[in-house]
């Protein structure tokens, strides 16, 4: 009886401890490893909690840290034109003449001003600011041209004002970008709508059939009132919606591509956008004038002494000019790097990182042309979204291009080839031959304003810990330049997504490549993508940061 009554007892013991260990093992597998990095796998978000995304005011929802940048997208109020369209700002009838008396010449390193008043289609003064003006100084013979300052007096008339920055004819041409009319319909757009694009999702499933659905940057926006898929970048943060397939799981996501543009306009918004009172020349109000040198003999260039070029630099107003199509920063001495051996030398031993949008692979694009040994490498990706690479083994240069992640108009690419920026940045060690290149903006202009701060927060975090962890890392910002002029990408978006690029990375090392007033200083068409010489000159600033000397 004793021995049988051990025995089982011993029995009890071990069929528990048994059962204790599978049930550590099944824990153990249930619960996830802080040691290995396991990416969530996307689940489907029921309509009530895409509800709980809403909020009575987008801008509400800021990260705490960029909240402050809201004040910079300020622009004067105006009271629209009650329905009539005559009562909007007219390029035809508004002028602008000499602030003083006409002089003979001009003194170089000086300024120029003019009064511009701006007047509806009948003629009559305006009364209240808000027009998208852009002011250039112009000196054709001399393939020269500096932005002008545009000062809004918020009474319908606006100051002008040029330096004088090289020796010889000048010309004052003036164009009305949008009326403070057409600006209030991009602002209430802006604000108010979601979204003006929609995107499409490729779902394919294990006997490769493909379903296809609208997919956006929150739930409202994927065109479902049912249920939607919810995928959230693990290294930044980000949240990208599609509405949920027919029948394929959300995790059988595999492609992305452009959608469609969204009716967004009444026809009254479509007329005080239309191209006949977009980006128009006003009527010549000043004739050309002559800048003389101080004395004989001196330079025929009004420029002061300047440090070489390198990270956190204070910004002058305007950055630079042009000279001979040759751009002059006014911030540092900037450089020229004509030939393919220059840019070589300049080059050896970088790894130059470029992330963003199709205006920063040109710059890609410009250097594999210009330097005969830069040879691509053959990824097998989709070429409008990358990631490119090319290499020049014998200085051992490696050049990276690739867009940054959702939102991206774009072709169909695989889903995993879009990489948000925030991931590239913290897998980067950094260091003296590591470049980095961010250029964002361009694709951000049909969500609303805080879409954008909060991208920006998240990469604004990453880039200040590359920094903090090699500080000897060049990050240079691309702005984005001048192009589009509709309500789903205008110069006047543009504008105020510069202003928070330029806000949101001012008290870190970083350098700036301003290609808003390198694409707006010459007289060339507005172009998305700018031609040659205006990617030569905007590489040229960027190698003045990698070699200032």
């Known amino acids: 009886m004793g021995p049988f009554m051990g025995q089982c007892k011993r029995y009890k013991i071990l069929t528990v401890g048994l059962v204790f260990l599978v049930w550590i093992l099944c824990f153990k597998m249930s619960w996830p490893d802080s040691t290995i990095p396991r990416p969530p796998a996307p689940h489907p978000a029921s309509k009530s909690a895409s509800k709980s995304t809403e909020s009575p005011s987008l801008l509400e929802s800021l990260p705490q840290e960029l909240a402050n940048l809201t004040h910079l997208l300020h622009w004067p109020l105006t009271p629209g034109d009650n329905g009539d369209l005559l009562a909007s700002t007219s390029p035809q009838t508004s002028t602008y003449h000499l602030r003083g008396p006409a002089q003979a010449s001009y003194a170089l390193g000086g300024y120029l001003e003019a009064i511009l008043v701006a007047r509806d289609h009948r003629g009559r003064p305006k009364t209240h600011g808000g027009d998208l003006f852009r002011a250039q100084l112009l000196g054709p013979d001399l393939k020269a041209g500096v932005p002008g300052d545009v000062q809004d007096l918020e009474n319908g008339t606006y100051l002008l004002s040029f330096p004088l920055l090289w020796a010889g004819k000048a010309q004052v041409q003036v164009r009305l970008i949008h009326s403070s009319e057409a600006v209030g319909v991009l602002q209430r757009i802006w604000r108010e709508k979601r979204a003006t694009v929609d995107f499409r999702g490729y779902f394919r499933g294990p006997t490769g059939t493909e379903e296809t659905v609208i997919c956006n940057v929150d739930p409202q926006s994927t065109g479902t009132r049912g249920p939607t898929c919810q995928y959230r970048d693990v290294d930044s943060g980000e949240l990208w919606f599609c509405a949920q397939p027919p029948t394929l799981p959300c995790s059988s996501l595999v492609g992305h ?18 191209w006949k009172v977009t980006d128009k020349v006003l009527p010549q109000g000043v004739s050309p004038i002559q800048i003389r040198m101080a004395a004989p003999g001196n330079s025929s260039l009004a420029l002061s002494p300047r440090p070489a070029c390198r990270p956190g630099l204070p ?104 990489h948000s920026v925030v991931r590239e940045l913290e897998g980067m060690a950094g260091g003296p031959h590591t470049v980095v290149v961010l250029g964002l903006g361009a694709h951000f202009t049909t969500f609303p304003p805080p879409i954008f701060v909060r991208r920006l927060a998240r990469i604004r975090a990453a880039v200040a810990a590359l920094l903090a962890r090699e500080p000897r890392t060049l990050v240079v910002i691309k702005l984005a330049n001048t192009g589009y002029k509709s309500v789903y990408g205008s110069d006047w978006f543009t504008l105020q997504v510069n202003r928070l690029l330029r806000a949101a990375f001012a008290d870190l090392h970083v350098a ?29 600033f960027l190698l003045s940061f990698v070699c200032p000397t």
Not at 257 to 274: I, P, W
Not at 384 to 389: A, D, F, R, V, W
Not at 517 to 539: C, F, K, W, Y
């Open 512 to 540: 700036f490549v301003d290609a808003w007033e390198m694409t707006s200083s010459l007289a060339l068409p507005d172009n998305i993508h700018p031609g040659q010489l205006i990617v030569r000159n905007e590489v040229d």
């Open 257 to 274: 591509s452009s959608g469609r543009y969204l009716n967004v306009t009444t026809l009254h918004d479509d007329a005080l956008l239309a």
């Open 315 to 418: 910004a002058p107003k305007p950055s630079g000019f042009y000279y001979q199509e040759v751009w002059h920063s006014l911030s540092c001495s900037s450089l020229s790097f004509s030939t393919a051996d220059s840019i070589l030398g300049c080059l050896a031993g970088h790894v130059v990182h470029m992330m963003g949008d199709s205006t920063l692979r040109q710059w890609w694009e410009y250097l594999l042309h210009t330097v005969p040994s830069l040879k691509p490498v053959d990824l097998h990706v989709t070429y409008q979204t990358g990631p490119l690479m090319a290499v020049e083994t014998t200085r051992g240069i490696v050049l990276h291009w690739r867009a940054h992640s959702w939102p991206l108009r774009s072709l169909r690419t695989p889903v995993a080839s879009l």
